[in-house]
Protein backbone atom coordinates (compact mmCIF):
# COMPACT_ATOMS: atom_id res chain seq x y z
CA UNK A 1 0.00 0.00 0.00
CA UNK A 2 0.93 3.31 -0.70
CA UNK A 3 1.60 5.51 1.68
CA UNK A 4 -0.61 9.25 1.81
CA UNK A 5 1.28 11.74 0.30
CA UNK A 6 2.27 14.58 2.78
CA UNK A 7 0.04 17.57 2.45
CA UNK A 8 1.77 20.92 1.92
CA UNK A 9 1.48 23.18 4.86
CA UNK A 10 0.14 26.87 4.13
CA UNK A 11 0.88 30.37 5.65
CA UNK A 12 -2.98 32.14 5.40
CA UNK A 13 -1.44 35.52 3.99
CA UNK A 14 -5.13 37.55 5.64
CA UNK A 15 -5.16 39.57 2.07
CA UNK A 16 -8.84 39.21 1.29
CA UNK A 17 -9.70 36.87 -1.90
CA UNK A 18 -5.80 36.02 -2.14
CA UNK A 19 -6.01 32.65 0.15
CA UNK A 20 -9.39 31.77 -1.58
CA UNK A 21 -6.93 31.76 -5.09
CA UNK A 22 -4.50 29.88 -3.22
CA UNK A 23 -6.38 27.61 -1.57
CA UNK A 24 -5.22 28.79 2.19
CA UNK A 25 -2.27 30.67 1.46
CA UNK A 26 1.30 30.89 0.42
CA UNK A 27 3.66 27.61 0.93
CA UNK A 28 4.97 27.72 5.01
CA UNK A 29 8.48 27.69 5.34
CA UNK A 30 9.38 28.80 1.88
CA UNK A 31 9.45 31.86 -0.31
CA UNK A 32 7.07 33.38 -2.64
CA UNK A 33 7.79 35.95 -5.43
CA UNK A 34 5.94 38.22 -5.90
CA UNK A 35 6.74 40.87 -8.98
CA UNK A 36 5.03 43.54 -10.22
CA UNK A 37 6.04 47.07 -12.30
CA UNK A 38 6.49 50.43 -10.06
CA UNK A 39 3.05 51.26 -8.38
CA UNK A 40 1.46 47.77 -8.70
CA UNK A 41 1.35 47.23 -4.87
CA UNK A 42 3.82 44.76 -4.23
CA UNK A 43 5.09 47.13 -0.92
CA UNK A 44 1.40 46.73 0.37
CA UNK A 45 0.79 43.03 -0.29
CA UNK A 46 4.12 41.94 1.16
CA UNK A 47 3.68 44.42 4.79
CA UNK A 48 0.40 42.98 5.24
CA UNK A 49 1.23 39.55 5.13
CA UNK A 50 3.98 40.56 7.82
CA UNK A 51 0.92 42.67 9.57
CA UNK A 52 -1.71 40.17 9.38
CA UNK A 53 0.60 37.49 10.41
CA UNK A 54 1.13 39.28 13.62
CA UNK A 55 -2.51 41.15 14.41
CA UNK A 56 -4.44 37.54 13.16
CA UNK A 57 -2.22 34.39 13.36
CA UNK A 58 0.18 35.70 16.36
CA UNK A 59 3.21 35.54 14.47
CA UNK A 60 6.06 37.95 14.53
CA UNK A 61 7.19 39.82 11.13
CA UNK A 62 10.29 41.21 9.62
CA UNK A 63 10.03 43.39 6.95
CA UNK A 64 13.43 44.12 5.41
CA UNK A 65 13.08 47.15 2.55
CA UNK A 66 15.70 47.76 -0.05
CA UNK A 67 14.30 50.96 -0.95
CA UNK A 68 11.96 52.79 1.56
CA UNK A 69 13.59 53.26 5.46
CA UNK A 70 11.41 52.38 8.69
CA UNK A 71 10.57 56.27 8.77
CA UNK A 72 9.02 56.55 5.41
CA UNK A 73 7.37 53.33 6.19
CA UNK A 74 5.21 54.05 8.97
CA UNK A 75 4.22 57.12 7.45
CA UNK A 76 3.12 55.50 4.49
CA UNK A 77 0.89 52.31 6.92
CA UNK A 78 -0.64 54.60 8.78
CA UNK A 79 -2.56 56.02 6.41
CA UNK A 80 -4.18 52.47 6.14
CA UNK A 81 -4.81 52.46 10.14
CA UNK A 82 -1.44 50.04 10.48
CA UNK A 83 0.86 51.20 13.31
CA UNK A 84 4.03 50.11 13.30
CA UNK A 85 5.66 52.09 15.67
CA UNK A 86 2.98 50.41 18.21
CA UNK A 87 4.37 46.65 17.02
CA UNK A 88 7.63 47.77 17.41
CA UNK A 89 8.00 49.13 21.08
CA UNK A 90 5.53 45.58 21.45
CA UNK A 91 8.48 43.69 19.87
CA UNK A 92 6.04 41.59 17.32
CA UNK A 93 7.33 43.99 14.20
CA UNK A 94 10.90 44.04 12.81
CA UNK A 95 11.36 46.94 10.80
CA UNK A 96 15.08 46.23 9.08
CA UNK A 97 16.48 48.73 6.09
CA UNK A 98 19.27 47.63 3.79
CA UNK A 99 20.42 50.19 1.66
CA UNK A 100 23.43 49.58 -0.63
CA UNK A 101 24.54 52.82 -2.89
CA UNK A 102 26.34 51.74 -6.04
CA UNK A 103 27.90 55.43 -5.40
CA UNK A 104 29.38 54.44 -2.32
CA UNK A 105 30.95 50.92 -3.09
CA UNK A 106 33.91 49.99 -4.72
CA UNK A 107 33.55 46.37 -5.94
CA UNK A 108 37.40 44.19 -5.63
CA UNK A 109 37.18 40.55 -5.60
CA UNK A 110 34.62 38.31 -5.11
CA UNK A 111 31.78 39.30 -2.56
CA UNK A 112 29.28 37.75 -0.38
CA UNK A 113 26.07 38.47 1.41
CA UNK A 114 27.28 37.21 5.29
CA UNK A 115 26.48 40.82 6.62
CA UNK A 116 23.57 40.90 4.93
CA UNK A 117 22.84 37.37 6.42
CA UNK A 118 23.42 38.38 10.34
CA UNK A 119 21.67 41.22 10.38
CA UNK A 120 18.32 39.75 8.95
CA UNK A 121 19.66 36.55 11.70
CA UNK A 122 19.58 39.03 14.53
CA UNK A 123 16.31 40.50 13.45
CA UNK A 124 14.53 37.27 13.35
CA UNK A 125 16.14 36.09 16.67
CA UNK A 126 15.20 39.32 18.48
CA UNK A 127 11.50 39.09 18.09
CA UNK A 128 11.68 35.08 16.87
CA UNK A 129 10.16 36.09 13.58
CA UNK A 130 8.18 33.14 12.15
CA UNK A 131 7.58 35.41 8.63
CA UNK A 132 9.81 37.99 6.64
CA UNK A 133 9.54 40.17 3.78
CA UNK A 134 11.88 41.16 1.46
CA UNK A 135 10.70 44.27 -0.28
CA UNK A 136 12.45 45.99 -3.54
CA UNK A 137 15.35 43.43 -3.63
CA UNK A 138 15.70 44.37 -7.41
CA UNK A 139 17.81 47.61 -5.61
CA UNK A 140 20.14 44.57 -3.92
CA UNK A 141 21.15 44.10 -7.34
CA UNK A 142 21.45 47.29 -8.72
CA UNK A 143 24.43 48.10 -6.48
CA UNK A 144 26.77 45.17 -8.33
CA UNK A 145 28.02 44.41 -11.67
CA UNK A 146 28.79 40.80 -10.99
CA UNK A 147 25.45 39.56 -10.86
CA UNK A 148 26.34 35.90 -11.47
CA UNK A 149 28.10 35.60 -7.90
CA UNK A 150 25.31 38.19 -6.56
CA UNK A 151 22.47 35.41 -7.99
CA UNK A 152 24.47 33.06 -6.17
CA UNK A 153 24.64 34.54 -2.73
CA UNK A 154 20.59 34.81 -2.81
CA UNK A 155 19.90 31.72 -4.09
CA UNK A 156 21.66 30.95 -0.78
CA UNK A 157 19.87 33.55 1.00
CA UNK A 158 16.81 32.26 0.58
CA UNK A 159 18.14 28.84 1.23
CA UNK A 160 19.04 30.28 4.22
CA UNK A 161 15.50 31.48 5.56
CA UNK A 162 13.98 28.49 4.37
CA UNK A 163 16.43 26.26 6.41
CA UNK A 164 14.85 28.92 9.27
CA UNK A 165 11.48 27.28 8.60
CA UNK A 166 10.45 31.18 8.28
CA UNK A 167 7.87 31.93 5.23
CA UNK A 168 8.90 34.73 2.85
CA UNK A 169 7.88 37.28 0.33
CA UNK A 170 10.39 38.60 -1.82
CA UNK A 171 8.83 41.51 -4.29
CA UNK A 172 10.86 42.52 -7.04
CA UNK A 173 10.13 44.76 -10.28
CA UNK A 174 8.86 43.09 -13.59
CA UNK A 175 11.40 42.60 -16.36
CA UNK A 176 10.84 43.08 -19.94
CA UNK A 177 11.19 39.70 -21.28
CA UNK A 178 10.49 38.05 -18.33
CA UNK A 179 9.06 38.04 -14.66
CA UNK A 180 11.94 39.35 -13.03
CA UNK A 181 14.32 41.70 -13.95
CA UNK A 182 17.07 39.65 -13.32
CA UNK A 183 15.82 36.18 -13.93
CA UNK A 184 14.45 35.74 -10.17
CA UNK A 185 11.85 33.39 -10.78
CA UNK A 186 14.76 30.73 -11.67
CA UNK A 187 15.71 30.83 -8.28
CA UNK A 188 12.15 31.13 -6.38
CA UNK A 189 10.22 28.28 -8.26
CA UNK A 190 7.69 27.03 -4.91
CA UNK A 191 5.27 30.31 -5.82
CA UNK A 192 5.22 33.17 -8.14
CA UNK A 193 2.54 36.14 -8.13
CA UNK A 194 2.46 38.85 -10.28
CA UNK A 195 1.25 41.92 -10.00
CA UNK A 196 -0.33 44.45 -13.08
CA UNK A 197 -1.32 48.07 -12.83
CA UNK A 198 -2.75 48.64 -16.53
CA UNK A 199 -4.41 51.76 -17.72
CA UNK A 200 -7.49 51.11 -19.88
CA UNK A 201 -9.39 54.34 -21.36
CA UNK A 202 -7.75 56.15 -19.07
CA UNK A 203 -8.81 54.13 -15.95
CA UNK A 204 -5.90 52.34 -13.85
CA UNK A 205 -7.43 48.61 -12.79
CA UNK A 206 -4.66 46.21 -10.62
CA UNK A 207 -4.58 42.67 -11.60
CA UNK A 208 -3.45 40.03 -9.75
CA UNK A 209 -2.10 36.03 -11.41
CA UNK A 210 -0.63 32.99 -9.48
CA UNK A 211 1.59 32.26 -12.19
CA UNK A 212 3.15 29.52 -10.23
CA UNK A 213 2.55 27.44 -7.32
CA UNK A 214 4.80 24.26 -6.61
CA UNK A 215 2.63 21.21 -4.88
CA UNK A 216 -1.15 22.67 -4.76
CA UNK A 217 -3.92 23.75 -6.95
CA UNK A 218 -4.78 26.98 -7.45
CA UNK A 219 -6.50 30.06 -9.55
CA UNK A 220 -4.22 30.68 -12.56
CA UNK A 221 -6.71 33.46 -13.90
CA UNK A 222 -6.34 37.21 -13.62
CA UNK A 223 -8.03 38.64 -10.89
CA UNK A 224 -8.35 41.77 -10.08
CA UNK A 225 -7.50 43.89 -6.78
CA UNK A 226 -7.67 47.25 -5.43
CA UNK A 227 -5.64 49.29 -2.95
CA UNK A 228 -7.76 51.01 -0.62
CA UNK A 229 -8.23 52.81 3.29
CA UNK A 230 -8.68 48.73 4.26
CA UNK A 231 -5.54 47.54 2.78
CA UNK A 232 -5.17 45.27 -0.02
CA UNK A 233 -8.09 43.38 -1.16
CA UNK A 234 -8.25 41.17 -4.01
CA UNK A 235 -11.76 39.99 -5.99
CA UNK A 236 -11.54 36.50 -7.54
CA UNK A 237 -14.00 36.06 -9.81
CA UNK A 238 -13.83 31.88 -8.60
CA UNK A 239 -15.09 33.55 -4.76
CA UNK A 240 -18.49 34.19 -6.39
CA UNK A 241 -20.40 30.73 -5.67
CA UNK A 242 -23.69 29.55 -5.52
CA UNK A 243 -24.28 27.42 -2.75
CA UNK A 244 -26.61 30.27 -0.53
CA UNK A 245 -29.31 29.38 1.49
CA UNK A 246 -32.78 31.00 0.11
CA UNK A 247 -35.91 32.08 2.08
CA UNK A 248 -40.20 31.49 0.74
CA UNK A 249 -40.83 34.97 2.99
CA UNK A 250 -41.92 37.47 0.52
CA UNK A 251 -41.85 41.55 0.52
CA UNK A 252 -43.81 44.43 -0.74
CA UNK A 253 -43.09 46.22 -4.08
CA UNK A 254 -44.73 48.40 -1.91
CA UNK A 255 -47.18 49.24 -4.67
CA UNK A 256 -50.40 46.63 -4.26
CA UNK A 257 -51.48 46.29 -7.69
CA UNK A 258 -48.09 44.98 -8.83
CA UNK A 259 -47.65 42.82 -5.73
CA UNK A 260 -51.19 41.28 -7.50
CA UNK A 261 -49.30 40.55 -10.54
CA UNK A 262 -46.39 38.40 -8.11
CA UNK A 263 -49.34 37.07 -6.33
CA UNK A 264 -48.08 38.84 -3.61
CA UNK A 265 -44.87 40.11 -3.62
CA UNK A 266 -41.24 39.23 -4.53
CA UNK A 267 -39.03 36.71 -2.83
CA UNK A 268 -36.47 38.20 0.23
CA UNK A 269 -33.30 37.73 -0.81
CA UNK A 270 -33.87 37.77 -4.82
CA UNK A 271 -32.43 39.97 -7.02
CA UNK A 272 -34.83 42.34 -9.20
CA UNK A 273 -33.58 44.13 -12.94
CA UNK A 274 -35.78 47.18 -14.16
CA UNK A 275 -34.90 47.72 -17.57
CA UNK A 276 -36.08 50.79 -20.07
CA UNK A 277 -35.97 53.39 -22.10
CA UNK A 278 -34.93 56.87 -20.40
CA UNK A 279 -37.95 58.42 -18.85
CA UNK A 280 -39.92 54.81 -18.14
CA UNK A 281 -39.61 55.18 -14.67
CA UNK A 282 -37.43 52.99 -13.52
CA UNK A 283 -35.90 55.33 -10.49
CA UNK A 284 -39.56 56.05 -9.49
CA UNK A 285 -40.07 51.69 -9.07
CA UNK A 286 -37.06 52.17 -7.20
CA UNK A 287 -38.75 54.72 -4.56
CA UNK A 288 -40.93 52.25 -4.51
CA UNK A 289 -39.14 49.62 -3.02
CA UNK A 290 -37.04 51.53 -0.63
CA UNK A 291 -39.86 53.09 1.01
CA UNK A 292 -41.63 49.83 1.44
CA UNK A 293 -38.24 48.19 2.74
CA UNK A 294 -37.76 51.75 4.79
CA UNK A 295 -40.76 51.26 6.15
CA UNK A 296 -40.53 47.96 7.35
CA UNK A 297 -37.88 48.66 9.72
CA UNK A 298 -35.24 47.41 6.94
CA UNK A 299 -32.44 49.15 6.50
CA UNK A 300 -31.18 50.21 2.37
CA UNK A 301 -28.12 51.09 0.75
CA UNK A 302 -29.08 53.08 -2.16
CA UNK A 303 -25.93 53.21 -4.81
CA UNK A 304 -26.65 56.58 -7.88
CA UNK A 305 -24.37 56.53 -10.65
CA UNK A 306 -26.18 59.43 -12.53
CA UNK A 307 -27.38 61.89 -10.06
CA UNK A 308 -26.58 63.07 -6.28
CA UNK A 309 -28.86 61.96 -3.10
CA UNK A 310 -30.18 65.71 -3.08
CA UNK A 311 -31.20 65.00 -6.20
CA UNK A 312 -32.94 61.59 -5.80
CA UNK A 313 -34.64 63.01 -2.53
CA UNK A 314 -36.17 65.97 -4.71
CA UNK A 315 -37.23 64.33 -7.65
CA UNK A 316 -38.85 61.39 -6.00
CA UNK A 317 -41.16 64.07 -3.46
CA UNK A 318 -42.84 64.59 -6.87
CA UNK A 319 -44.22 61.68 -7.13
CA UNK A 320 -45.34 61.68 -3.00
CA UNK A 321 -42.60 59.89 -1.41
CA UNK A 322 -40.17 61.45 1.35
CA UNK A 323 -36.92 59.76 1.28
CA UNK A 324 -35.40 62.08 3.14
CA UNK A 325 -37.21 61.43 6.52
CA UNK A 326 -35.84 57.92 6.29
CA UNK A 327 -31.99 59.18 5.38
CA UNK A 328 -32.48 61.16 8.71
CA UNK A 329 -33.92 58.06 10.76
CA UNK A 330 -30.57 56.20 9.58
CA UNK A 331 -32.50 53.54 7.93
CA UNK A 332 -31.37 54.78 4.36
CA UNK A 333 -28.22 55.74 2.86
CA UNK A 334 -26.99 56.80 -0.19
CA UNK A 335 -23.39 55.93 -2.11
CA UNK A 336 -23.23 58.37 -5.10
CA UNK A 337 -20.55 58.20 -7.31
CA UNK A 338 -19.82 58.28 -10.85
CA UNK A 339 -18.41 55.65 -12.88
CA UNK A 340 -15.45 57.16 -14.11
CA UNK A 341 -14.09 58.16 -10.95
CA UNK A 342 -12.33 54.74 -10.70
CA UNK A 343 -12.35 51.97 -11.91
CA UNK A 344 -14.65 48.64 -11.14
CA UNK A 345 -13.32 47.00 -8.67
CA UNK A 346 -12.80 49.80 -6.84
CA UNK A 347 -16.48 50.32 -7.06
CA UNK A 348 -17.47 46.90 -6.23
CA UNK A 349 -15.07 47.23 -3.18
CA UNK A 350 -16.66 50.23 -2.13
CA UNK A 351 -20.29 48.58 -2.28
CA UNK A 352 -19.04 45.66 -0.60
CA UNK A 353 -17.08 47.57 2.38
CA UNK A 354 -20.08 49.58 2.79
CA UNK A 355 -22.29 46.20 3.26
CA UNK A 356 -20.19 44.70 5.76
CA UNK A 357 -20.75 48.29 7.40
CA UNK A 358 -23.90 49.30 6.95
CA UNK A 359 -25.59 45.60 7.15
CA UNK A 360 -28.72 46.78 4.72
CA UNK A 361 -31.21 44.52 3.75
CA UNK A 362 -31.86 46.17 0.03
CA UNK A 363 -29.96 47.77 -1.53
CA UNK A 364 -30.75 49.48 -5.12
CA UNK A 365 -27.65 50.16 -7.73
CA UNK A 366 -29.26 52.89 -10.31
CA UNK A 367 -27.95 52.18 -13.37
CA UNK A 368 -25.80 49.84 -13.88
CA UNK A 369 -25.31 50.47 -17.18
CA UNK A 370 -23.55 53.73 -16.57
CA UNK A 371 -20.76 51.15 -15.68
CA UNK A 372 -20.42 50.49 -19.59
CA UNK A 373 -19.94 53.83 -20.16
CA UNK A 374 -16.50 53.34 -17.83
CA UNK A 375 -16.00 49.77 -19.16
CA UNK A 376 -16.39 47.37 -21.93
CA UNK A 377 -20.04 45.17 -20.86
CA UNK A 378 -17.85 42.33 -20.07
CA UNK A 379 -15.44 43.45 -16.79
CA UNK A 380 -19.33 44.71 -16.18
CA UNK A 381 -21.02 41.82 -15.98
CA UNK A 382 -18.12 39.87 -14.15
CA UNK A 383 -18.25 42.68 -11.87
CA UNK A 384 -22.08 42.35 -11.24
CA UNK A 385 -21.80 38.80 -11.11
CA UNK A 386 -19.74 39.20 -7.98
CA UNK A 387 -22.37 41.72 -6.83
CA UNK A 388 -25.18 39.77 -7.28
CA UNK A 389 -23.82 36.60 -5.40
CA UNK A 390 -22.64 38.72 -2.39
CA UNK A 391 -25.61 40.13 -1.91
CA UNK A 392 -27.49 36.93 -2.01
CA UNK A 393 -24.92 35.12 -0.13
CA UNK A 394 -26.02 38.16 2.51
CA UNK A 395 -29.67 37.43 1.86
CA UNK A 396 -30.16 40.80 0.75
CA UNK A 397 -33.25 41.41 -1.43
CA UNK A 398 -31.42 43.80 -4.29
CA UNK A 399 -32.83 46.37 -7.35
CA UNK A 400 -30.76 46.94 -10.13
CA UNK A 401 -31.94 49.42 -12.56
CA UNK A 402 -30.55 49.50 -16.68
CA UNK A 403 -31.48 51.73 -19.42
CA UNK A 404 -31.91 50.41 -22.55
CA UNK A 405 -31.82 52.28 -25.60
CA UNK A 406 -34.97 52.84 -28.20
CA UNK A 407 -33.36 50.43 -31.07
CA UNK A 408 -32.59 47.06 -28.75
CA UNK A 409 -34.69 44.02 -28.55
CA UNK A 410 -37.16 44.93 -25.35
CA UNK A 411 -36.03 41.54 -24.12
CA UNK A 412 -32.50 42.15 -24.08
CA UNK A 413 -29.72 44.17 -21.69
CA UNK A 414 -26.72 45.52 -23.21
CA UNK A 415 -24.56 44.04 -20.73
CA UNK A 416 -26.72 41.07 -20.53
CA UNK A 417 -27.24 40.21 -17.00
CA UNK A 418 -31.15 39.16 -17.17
CA UNK A 419 -30.15 35.90 -16.56
CA UNK A 420 -28.36 36.93 -13.46
CA UNK A 421 -31.33 38.05 -12.14
CA UNK A 422 -34.65 36.64 -10.19
CA UNK A 423 -37.52 38.68 -11.63
CA UNK A 424 -37.01 41.49 -14.51
CA UNK A 425 -39.28 44.30 -15.02
CA UNK A 426 -39.37 45.57 -18.69
CA UNK A 427 -41.02 49.13 -18.74
CA UNK A 428 -42.10 50.17 -22.04
CA UNK A 429 -43.01 53.29 -23.62
CA UNK A 430 -46.25 52.25 -25.60
CA UNK A 431 -47.05 54.60 -28.78
CA UNK A 432 -50.89 54.80 -30.03
CA UNK A 433 -53.15 57.80 -31.24
CA UNK A 434 -50.28 59.89 -31.61
CA UNK A 435 -49.36 59.44 -27.49
CA UNK A 436 -46.60 57.82 -25.80
CA UNK A 437 -47.26 56.18 -22.58
CA UNK A 438 -45.67 53.99 -19.80
CA UNK A 439 -46.46 50.17 -19.71
CA UNK A 440 -45.12 47.72 -17.23
CA UNK A 441 -44.61 43.84 -18.10
CA UNK A 442 -43.08 41.10 -15.78
CA UNK A 443 -40.59 39.39 -18.22
CA UNK A 444 -39.89 36.99 -15.29
CA UNK A 445 -40.22 35.93 -11.87
CA UNK A 446 -38.25 32.75 -10.95
CA UNK A 447 -40.17 30.30 -8.27
CA UNK A 448 -43.03 32.93 -8.45
CA UNK A 449 -46.65 32.79 -10.73
CA UNK A 450 -46.99 36.08 -12.04
CA UNK A 451 -48.70 37.88 -14.51
CA UNK A 452 -48.34 37.83 -18.38
CA UNK A 453 -50.27 41.44 -19.20
CA UNK A 454 -48.83 44.58 -19.74
CA UNK A 455 -50.64 47.31 -17.49
CA UNK A 456 -50.29 50.66 -18.08
CA UNK A 457 -49.06 52.62 -15.16
CA UNK A 458 -49.34 56.39 -14.32
CA UNK A 459 -47.14 58.98 -12.13
CA UNK A 460 -49.11 60.41 -9.85
CA UNK A 461 -48.91 62.66 -6.44
CA UNK A 462 -49.13 59.03 -4.43
CA UNK A 463 -46.53 57.01 -6.46
CA UNK A 464 -47.30 54.91 -9.61
CA UNK A 465 -50.54 53.49 -10.40
CA UNK A 466 -50.88 50.72 -12.51
CA UNK A 467 -53.90 50.69 -14.55
CA UNK A 468 -56.63 48.20 -15.05
CA UNK A 469 -56.26 46.57 -18.70
CA UNK A 470 -58.77 47.71 -21.46
CA UNK A 471 -58.96 46.59 -24.84
CA UNK A 472 -60.88 47.58 -27.71
CA UNK A 473 -63.95 45.44 -29.73
CA UNK A 474 -60.72 44.16 -31.52
CA UNK A 475 -58.50 43.01 -28.49
CA UNK A 476 -56.20 45.87 -28.62
CA UNK A 477 -54.48 47.46 -25.67
CA UNK A 478 -55.49 50.67 -25.11
CA UNK A 479 -53.73 52.74 -23.19
CA UNK A 480 -53.98 56.84 -22.28
CA UNK A 481 -56.35 59.02 -24.45
CA UNK A 482 -57.07 56.24 -26.79
CA UNK A 483 -58.21 54.55 -22.85
CA UNK A 484 -59.78 57.79 -22.27
CA UNK A 485 -61.64 58.21 -25.62
CA UNK A 486 -62.79 54.25 -25.33
CA UNK A 487 -63.74 53.99 -21.69
CA UNK A 488 -65.80 57.89 -22.40
CA UNK A 489 -67.35 56.58 -25.77
CA UNK A 490 -68.35 53.05 -23.74
CA UNK A 491 -69.85 54.96 -20.75
CA UNK A 492 -71.81 57.46 -23.56
CA UNK A 493 -73.29 54.46 -24.94
CA UNK A 494 -74.05 52.77 -21.99
CA UNK A 495 -75.58 56.53 -20.61
CA UNK A 496 -77.72 56.55 -24.06
CA UNK A 497 -79.16 52.86 -23.46
CA UNK A 498 -79.77 53.91 -19.84
CA UNK A 499 -81.69 56.49 -21.37
CA UNK A 500 -83.41 55.22 -24.13
CA UNK A 501 -84.69 52.55 -21.40
CA UNK A 502 -85.84 55.14 -19.11
CA UNK A 503 -87.97 56.34 -22.00
CA UNK A 504 -89.48 53.24 -22.73
CA UNK A 505 -90.11 52.93 -19.02
CA UNK A 506 -92.01 55.57 -19.07
CA UNK A 507 -93.94 54.93 -21.78
CA UNK A 508 -94.49 51.41 -20.70
CA UNK A 509 -95.58 53.36 -17.17
CA UNK A 510 -98.01 55.57 -18.90
CA UNK A 511 -99.22 52.51 -21.00
CA UNK A 512 -99.50 50.96 -17.80
CA UNK A 513 -101.73 53.96 -16.12
CA UNK A 514 -104.02 53.79 -19.21
CA UNK A 515 -104.52 50.07 -19.03
CA UNK A 516 -105.01 50.22 -15.24
CA UNK A 517 -107.49 53.56 -16.03
CA UNK A 518 -109.24 51.26 -17.97
CA UNK A 519 -109.09 48.37 -15.83
CA UNK A 520 -110.70 50.49 -13.12
CA UNK A 521 -113.15 51.74 -14.96
CA UNK A 522 -114.23 48.39 -16.57
CA UNK A 523 -114.17 47.04 -12.78
CA UNK A 524 -116.68 50.08 -12.17
CA UNK A 525 -118.86 49.13 -14.84
CA UNK A 526 -118.91 45.24 -13.98
CA UNK A 527 -119.16 45.89 -10.00
CA UNK A 528 -122.11 48.08 -11.36
CA UNK A 529 -123.69 45.86 -13.29
CA UNK A 530 -123.23 43.31 -10.67
CA UNK A 531 -124.79 45.25 -8.04
CA UNK A 532 -127.80 46.02 -10.36
CA UNK A 533 -128.10 42.25 -11.10
CA UNK A 534 -127.72 41.53 -7.50
CA UNK A 535 -130.50 43.88 -6.90
CA UNK A 536 -132.89 42.67 -9.35
CA UNK A 537 -131.94 39.11 -8.11
CA UNK A 538 -132.76 40.08 -4.62
CA UNK A 539 -135.88 42.08 -5.58
CA UNK A 540 -136.72 38.48 -7.67
CA UNK A 541 -136.17 36.64 -4.18
CA UNK A 542 -138.19 39.10 -2.19
CA UNK A 543 -141.17 39.09 -4.82
CA UNK A 544 -141.05 35.30 -5.22
CA UNK A 545 -141.12 35.31 -1.49
CA UNK A 546 -144.69 37.36 -1.31
CA UNK A 547 -145.87 35.29 -3.81
CA UNK A 548 -145.28 32.12 -2.22
CA UNK A 549 -146.57 34.17 1.07
CA UNK A 550 -149.66 35.44 -0.38
CA UNK A 551 -150.14 31.62 -2.01
CA UNK A 552 -150.04 30.30 1.13
CA UNK A 553 -152.56 32.38 2.61
CA UNK A 554 -155.00 31.90 0.05
CA UNK A 555 -154.60 28.62 0.36
CA UNK A 556 -154.96 28.76 4.14
CA UNK A 557 -158.21 30.74 3.64
CA UNK A 558 -159.27 28.15 0.96
CA UNK A 559 -159.08 25.56 3.68
CA UNK A 560 -160.62 27.08 6.57
CA UNK A 561 -164.13 27.68 4.41
CA UNK A 562 -164.62 24.67 3.32
CA UNK A 563 -164.79 23.37 6.95
CA UNK A 564 -167.59 25.71 8.16
CA UNK A 565 -169.74 24.94 5.36
CA UNK A 566 -169.26 21.21 6.01
CA UNK A 567 -169.74 21.76 9.77
CA UNK A 568 -172.87 23.99 9.12
Avoid at 118 to 133: C, P, S
Avoid at 449 to 477: K, P, W
Avoid at 503 to 530: G, H, T, Y
Amino acid sequence: MNAPSPVLDKCPTGIAGFDDLCLGGVPRGRATLLAGQAGAGKTLFAMSFVLNGIERCGEPGVFVSFEENPGELAVNMASLGFDLERLQKEKRLHLLHLHLDPHELIEAGEFDLDGVFLRLGAAIDAIGARRIALDAVENLFSSFSDLRILRGEFHRLLNWIKDKGITAIVTTERGRDSITRHGLEKYLADCVVTLDNRVDAQIATRRLRIVKYRGSAHASDECPFILDRNGFSVMPITSAGLAYPVSTERVSTGIPSLDAMLVGGIFCGSSVLVTGTAGTGKSSIAAHLVDAACRRGERCLYVALEESPDQVERNMSSIGFDLAQWRRAGLLRFHASRPTSSGLETHLATVFALVDEFQPKFVVVDPISAFSTASNDEPVKLMLIRMVDRFKSRGITSLFNALTSGNTMAESTAIGVSSLMDVWFLLRNLELAGERTRGLYVCKARGMAHSNQIREFLLTDEGVRLVDVVLDDNGQLLTGSARQMYKSQKEGDAAMRRAAAGRRRAALDNRRQVVEAKIAAMRAEFDEELRVLEAELSQEDADQDAAERAAAAMASRRSGGSRRDEDQ
